[in-house]
């Protein structure tokens, strides 16, 4: 399993709020929840993602409430993964359960910079920066998290 994309670069305690605003949480649809991504912290934040592109964060992503609604407007956005120093608990189970692809690494975090090119292959849990020809190590998926995030979340893994 694997992805490359470039990255959109956000700092620390960014929080469900600002991933997505209450005010859209109306609707279950998730292109209208992709659509308001991340506006309240960079308001072209959706007119710039491309599918694959990857968030870089540092500690605490995902503080917050424990909405399901900010890695599905994650996910939906275009966004293949988000690495970050830390991930909220309850954040972190959300988005494993809805098949977005999550990676902790502090040093990742610290040396990869917006716009940056970065690849990423889950099996070994390495992360190379093409633009800065650097690699970072992270824990790498176990098999049954690598078989959520392929199938697409929990509930497509678990149907027959």
């Known amino acids: 399993m694997k992805t490359q994309g470039f990255v959109h670069k956000f700092g620390d305690n960014v929080d469900t709020d600002v991933i997505i605003p209450a005010r859209y949480l109306n609707t279950a649809d998730h292109k209208e929840l992709a659509s308001h991504c991340m506006e309240d912290i960079d308001k072209d934040f959706?007119?710039?993602?491309?599918?694959?592109?990857?968030i870089v964060a540092n500690y605490n992503f995902g503080c917050g409430s424990s909405r399901e609604h900010a890695p599905i407007a994650?996910?939906?956005?275009?966004?293949?993964?988000?690495?970050?120093?830390?991930?909220?608990?309850i954040f972190y189970r959300n988005s494993i359960n809805i098949g977005l692809a999550i990676l902790e690494c502090e040093e990742a975090a610290d040396k990869i910079s917006e716009g940056d090119e970065v690849a990423i292959d889950f099996d070994t849990g390495?992360?190379?920066n093409l633009t800065k020809n650097e690699t970072y190590q992270a824990e790498p998926f176990p098999d049954f998290i690598k078989d959520i995030i392929n199938k697409g979340g929990l509930l497509n893994s678990i149907r027959k």
């Open 46 to 54: 959706v007119n710039k993602v491309k599918p694959n592109d990857i």
């Open 74 to 89: 994650i996910k939906a956005s275009g966004i293949s993964c988000v690495i970050a120093k830390t991930f909220a608990r």
């Open 126 to 128: 390495v992360i190379t």
